[in-house]
């Protein structure tokens, strides 16, 4: 209808600046063009001007505000009209949010900038920051897992000292869920266990369970930590039947006699015949994962491989408006022929604009903890081992180029320095050979974590951007120099090197989550200190190749503007600018101070998050 926006700010606009300016057919033309045009439909758009305006700004006139903005690193204030910022700057510059003469130039008329004033309110309500609190962009994880994450709390298995730790911990949750101890049949799901942690550091086996009564023939399907490997139980064992011999990009752990285990890897671990989850499991596991990522800052995720009914589920909750931050899933299907068509392409989506899919994602190869990541050599500590390619460079090659000329940007899992070879073979070839435009498609790879010195230079020069996992260095490197050796680990979490070598500096930086924590500062506090938390490492409380540390300027970009870049979102969110969304959150200590201990970072808090104007945890 003309004239109208749905949410009603237009007319109001109109009428308040004719009111202003004497009768509206004599005034209003003068501001239509630019006021209605820029501000209204840039600033004021989804906004209820009962609700919207507010400005955050600095303890004593200190600049605590981190924006990301090149332009204008560090602020005193932040002025907020509904959804967007209006206006970062000083204290005094808050006075006049859009700026003395803001359309001026434009227009050359003070009185309309005095009109807007007047029509904002010249004294928004003002949120002052404690001393030591600091304001930054809401927090991005580019490479999480938000139903696995739910999935996950239901049984955590993470930190288990040894297998009898694991089974402790599965009877404690049988009796603690009389529905499952009085019922055999019901299926007994966890994730987080790691053999790396246990003496001899063996996998398990399905006689493990059986050792106990109370397990004994129950179906039991644990993940490890990584959701690379699968241990299961005798019963499931038996429901499975007859198995394949082998198992093309996945392994069926077996013994002496040729008996399976009770331990699938990577493509075998479809062979398990876990109950699919209900719409009720998805939103539980949903809202578990929301909550906990508001409490930590998180205001945007990019969902590392959503199936189409994980799809379809928060499809429905972006519709209903209640998904409370920004998603970007990366549509995912577990078949070697193209299946583009069974992913929706979602921009913007929703009653509040929340959902995003414009991405894929495919799978190379394993991971480093149960050696099944692909290498170009044998692993230096299990020589008969060289990794898992769970799909061939051919179908791989087939499958990227079909999605590119589909318009998908395409996301690769790649652990190994040869499956990180064979992707970049792959990019090269559609960027290089076929014309493919490196900055329209922003083709990435996931995890990037080891590669050879002359890929490290080659991600760079093609324009591919890396998305990795700081904590998985933390993770890791207690053993990942012994499955490299001393010569191939110089590739690996490079994320200096992988930096530096970007044409454009994009280094977008996640979690994993459920693989680790969900809070992105432990991220962050691994990228800058590369250590443990205790301040360890292998190399001592310096770091772990210290040369590869981020600085904090690098690790906030990494979590905010980059990962924004990652997800074609940088125009609108990653920064705190004029015209951005509003997404932001405030500190109770400053991780960005240079002369702070490393260990402060992991005893920071988040006092508020905001996505679009609206806190959505915490009080401001």
Not at 505 to 511: E, F
Not at 550 to 568: E, I, N, P, V, W
């Amino acid at each position: 209808m003309a004239g109208k926006e749905k949410d009603g700010t237009r007319p109001v606009v109109e009428a308040k600046i004719a009111r202003k300016n004497g009768s509206r057919s004599s005034k209003l033309p003068l501001l239509s063009s630019v006021f209605l045009a820029t501000f209204a439909t840039l600033y004021l758009s989804n906004f209820s001007l009962r609700n919207g305006n507010h400005a955050v700004c600095s303890a004593s006139g200190a600049a605590s505000i981190y924006t990301v903005d090149e332009s204008n690193p560090m602020v005193e204030c932040m002025t907020i009209a509904g959804s967007r910022i209006v206006h970062t700057g000083t204290r005094d510059s808050m006075q006049n949010p859009l700026g003395d003469n803001a359309f001026t130039r434009t227009v050359g008329s003070n009185s309309i900038a005095r009109t807007v004033l007047e029509f904002l309110g010249v004294y928004p309500k003002i949120h002052h920051l404690a001393p030591g609190s600091i304001v930054v962009p809401g927090l991005a994880d580019s490479h999480g897992h938000i139903l696995e994450y739910g999935y996950k709390m239901n049984l955590p298995l993470d930190g288990a000292a040894s297998i009898d730790d694991v089974i402790n911990r599965v009877k404690a949750y049988i009796n603690a869920h009389p529905d499952i101890l009085n019922d055999p049949t019901r299926w007994i799901e966890g994730v987080g266990w790691d053999q790396n942690r246990w003496e001899g550091k063996q996998f398990p086996t399905a006689a493990d369970f059986d050792r106990d009564p109370l397990l004994r023939g129950r179906p039991i399907a644990l993940a490890r930590v990584d959701i690379h490997a699968y241990w299961v139980s005798t019963r499931v064992l038996e429901l499975m039947g007859e198995l394949p011999d082998t198992v093309e990009g996945g392994s069926i752990v077996r013994d002496a006699a040729g008996n399976p285990t009770g331990l699938f890897v990577d493509n075998a671990m479809q062979l398990i015949p876990k109950p699919a989850w209900s719409e009720a499991q998805m939103r539980e596991y949903f809202d578990l994962a929301m909550r906990d990522a508001v409490k930590h800052g998180l205001t945007s995720i990019h969902d590392a491989g959503s199936s189409p009914e994980g799809i379809h589920f928060i499809k429905k909750l972006a519709e209903e408006g209640s998904i409370p931050i920004r998603l970007y899933l990366m549509g995912m299907v577990n078949s070697d022929e193209y299946w583009g068509h069974q992913i929706p392409r979602l921009e913007n989506y929703g009653k509040h604009g929340m959902l995003n899919v414009r991405s894929i994602k495919l799978v190379t190869d394993g991971a480093l903890g149960s050696w099944g990541a692909a290498l170009l050599e044998p692993y230096t500590d299990k020589p008969s081992e060289q990794g898992i390619m769970r799909s061939s460079a051919d179908v791989l090659g087939k499958l990227v180029t079909q999605f590119w000329n589909d318009g998908w940007q395409v996301n690769i899992h790649c652990i190994g320095d040869r499956a990180n070879h064979v992707v970049l073979d792959i990019y090269e070839s559609i960027i290089e050979r076929q014309g493919g435009n490196v900055t329209e498609w922003r083709p990435r790879i996931e995890h990037a974590q080891i590669m050879t010195l002359d890929d490290l230079k080659r991600i760079g020069r093609l324009g591919v951007i890396a998305s990795v996992q700081p904590s998985h260095a933390t993770s890791d490197m207690g053993y990942a120099e012994d499955r490299l050796g001393p010569e191939r680990i110089r590739g690996a979490y490079a994320y200096q090197s992988l930096l530096q070598a970007s044409p454009l500096k994009v280094l977008a930086l996640g979690s994993d989550f459920p693989v680790e924590g969900i809070d992105p500062l432990l991220g962050f506090y691994a990228a800058v200190s590369r250590t443990d938390a205790n301040g360890e490492s292998p190399h001592g409380p310096g770091g772990w190749f210290p040369e590869q540390k981020l600085t904090r300027a690098q690790a906030l970009k990494g979590m905010t503007l980059d990962a924004a870049y990652a997800s074609f979102a940088e125009t609108t969110r990653g920064s705190l600018a004029p015209g951005k969304f509003a997404d932001y959150i405030i500190l109770d200590k400053n991780i960005m101070d240079p002369d702070a201990p490393f260990q402060d970072i992991l005893r920071t808090a988040v006092k508020a998050t905001v996505v679009g104007g609206r806190l959505v945890y915490g009080q401001l």
